[in-house]
């Protein structure tokens, strides 16, 4: 069993920033990719941004130029800085991971974000 402990939300107004951290309870070599989602209240869960073993990236179009997604793999630790930040960025956010060898998939218990001023 895989677990995914999430750390850094909070409130905070538009155009401020804040760091995701998502911390891996296994080692990164057993890790295929790892990404953020998010979930707003009344909507589906989406994909922010994922990172592969290998480093390439991928956010979604609303996040672009503002978040970055990043891996420290001697940490076993996924990242995600938030910058610029707007009101339809609240939600809650959820760390997920593919495993090697069979792409399963784990999640962690999510934390708040909110843009309020």
């Known amino acids: 069993q895989v677990r995914l402990v999430e750390s850094g939300g909070g409130l905070v107004q538009p155009g401020g920033s804040l760091r995701l951290s998502c911390a891996a309870s296994?080692?990164?070599?057993?890790?295929?990719?790892m990404s953020w989602y998010r979930q707003a209240p009344g909507q589906g869960r989406e994909l922010v941004a994922q990172?592969?073993?290998?480093?390439?990236?991928n956010y979604a179009d609303s996040v672009k130029d503002r978040f970055t997604i990043s891996r420290d793999n001697a940490k076993n630790t996924l990242y995600l800085q938030m910058n610029s930040l707007k009101p339809g960025d609240t939600a809650t956010y959820y760390c997920?991971?593919?495993?090697?060898?069979?792409?399963?998939?784990?999640w962690g218990q999510g934390t708040q974000v909110t843009v309020s001023s």
């Open positions: 990172i592969t073993t290998s480093g390439l990236t």
């Open positions: 296994i080692s990164s070599a057993n890790i295929n990719d």
């Open positions: 997920n991971v593919r495993t090697l060898p069979t792409f399963q998939r784990y």
